[in-house]
């Protein structure tokens, strides 16, 4: 059986566990109250942690410390246990495994809050991507603490195992990421019309209340408000929730998955979980009929049609 079979097999295990589930919510209520603790403060941690600010999910970012910190104390290890090292390897061994814990409990808060939000599969996968995590990083607490101590031999051995269980971690990591779609952006924006198209009348359109409709196979939202028309993307890019079940909040359309707050000029997420903007559209009105149009993915404002302008 080749190397890709055997892991499939065991990422297939793990997806249809449901053994997890359990333990799963256990896990999520705990994460969800340690926020509730938190209180005025609970959102913008949440939004720190997911990384609204950034425009991207903060985890990513993060986790590449311990495994470069690691990975460099490997190298390290290696080169002062050969004698290849110099006087000073075994020190810096140290303070690069003292590193990537730092780096480790930076990521697992972020993949913590983002992993609150996932579903069946995935939700499998991630328990036990951040059991084998926590894994690593007690190892190398233990190898910190035995070099700090003298005890080089039994560290370097430690290490030598929480590396193994990182690269593995990391597997399950890439499946999140690439199978289940953690992170990554939901909307639809790449498949959207390029040239105006009918997309309701808007007669039809209630105002201050969103619109769900379909153009050309691609959802999209039609909010009218004080006589303008203004359209935006019908799935969430966080997890593809339908846009069109959220409703409006100080004029900003909320998904009714989780909470996602995006302001609909510019479609930039207000609050978390998603990290990447809502895709808007160009509108126009012609015979009645509300046409949208395929926007360019760069920040700027959404163009907005007035029925007045449409009248001239």
Same mark, same amino acid.
């Given at each position: 059986?080749?190397?890709?079979?055997?892991?499939?097999?065991?990422?297939?295990?793990?997806?249809?566990?449901?053994?997890?589930?359990?333990?799963?919510?256990?896990?999520?209520?705990?994460?969800?109250?340690?926020?509730?603790?938190?209180?005025?403060?609970?959102?913008?941690?949440?939004?720190?942690?997911?990384?609204?600010?950034?425009?991207?999910?903060?985890?990513?970012?993060?986790?590449?410390?311990?495994?470069?910190?690691?990975?460099?104390?490997?190298?390290?290890?290696?080169?002062?246990?050969?004698?290849?090292?110099?006087? #000073? !390897?075994?020190?810096?061994?140290?303070? %690069? &495994?003292?590193?990537?814990?730092? =780096? @480790? *409990?930076? +990521?697992?808060?972020?993949?913590?809050?983002?992993?609150?939000?996932?579903?069946?599969?995935?939700?499998?996968?991630?328990?036990?991507?951040?059991?084998?995590?926590?894994?690593?990083?007690?190892?190398?607490?233990?190898?910190?603490?035995?070099?700090?101590?003298?005890?080089?031999?039994?560290?370097?051995?430690?290490?030598?195992?929480?590396?193994?269980?990182?690269?593995?971690?990391?597997?399950?990591?890439?499946?999140?990421?690439?199978?289940?779609?953690?992170?990554?952006?939901?909307?639809?924006?790449?498949?959207?019309?390029?040239?105006?198209?009918?997309?309701?009348?808007?007669?039809?359109?209630?105002?201050?209340?969103?619109? #769900? !409709?379909?153009?050309?196979?691609?959802? %999209? &939202?039609?909010?009218?408000?004080? =006589? @303008? *028309?203004? +359209?935006?993307?019908?799935?969430?890019?966080?997890?593809?929730?339908?846009?069109?079940?959220?409703?409006?909040?100080?004029?900003?359309?909320?998904?009714?998955?989780?909470?996602?707050?995006?302001?609909?000029?510019?479609?930039?997420?207000?609050?978390?979980?998603?990290?990447?903007?809502?895709?808007?559209?160009?509108?126009?009105?012609?015979?009645?009929?509300?046409?949208?149009?395929?926007?360019?993915?760069?920040?700027?404002?959404?163009?907005?049609?007035?029925?007045?302008?449409?009248?001239?």
């Amino acid at each position: 059986m080749s190397v890709r079979a055997l892991l499939e097999r065991a990422v297939g295990t793990v997806e249809r566990w449901q053994l997890l589930d359990a333990p799963g919510y256990q896990v999520e209520h705990g994460i969800s109250l340690t926020f509730l603790l938190a209180g005025r403060y609970a959102r913008p941690l949440q939004d720190l942690l997911h990384g609204v600010w950034l425009g991207h999910p903060l985890h990513p970012f993060l986790v590449t410390v311990p495994i470069g910190s690691w990975s460099a104390a490997a190298l390290l290890d290696g080169l002062d246990a050969t004698g290849r090292g110099g006087p #000073g !390897a075994g020190q810096a061994a140290r303070t %690069v &495994v003292g590193l990537g814990i730092a =780096g @480790a *409990v930076g +990521a697992a808060a972020s993949g913590m809050t983002d992993w609150q939000h996932a579903h069946d599969e995935a939700r499998r996968v991630g328990l036990v991507h951040a059991a084998l995590n926590s894994t690593a990083l007690a190892l190398y607490a233990w190898s910190f603490a035995d070099r700090g101590r003298g005890r080089t031999v039994r560290a370097r051995v430690t290490a030598a195992a929480g590396y193994a269980v990182v690269l593995t971690s990391g597997y399950l990591g890439g499946v999140l990421s690439y199978r289940h779609r953690l992170g990554v952006d939901h909307s639809a924006a790449g498949r959207s019309p390029r040239t105006f198209t009918p997309v309701a009348r808007l007669a039809d359109l209630p105002d201050g209340e969103p619109f #769900g !409709a379909d153009v050309d196979g691609v959802p %999209v &939202v039609l909010v009218r408000t004080d =006589g @303008a *028309v203004r +359209a935006v993307s019908g799935r969430c890019p966080h997890m593809g929730g339908p846009m069109g079940e959220g409703w409006l909040h100080r004029d900003e359309l909320v998904c009714p998955w989780h909470g996602s707050r995006f302001d609909l000029d510019t479609g930039e997420p207000a609050q978390g979980p998603a990290t990447a903007p809502l895709p808007c559209y160009d509108t126009r009105i012609s015979d009645g009929a509300v046409e949208v149009r395929r926007r360019a993915r760069w920040r700027s404002p959404t163009a907005i049609t007035t029925e007045e302008e449409a009248s001239r």
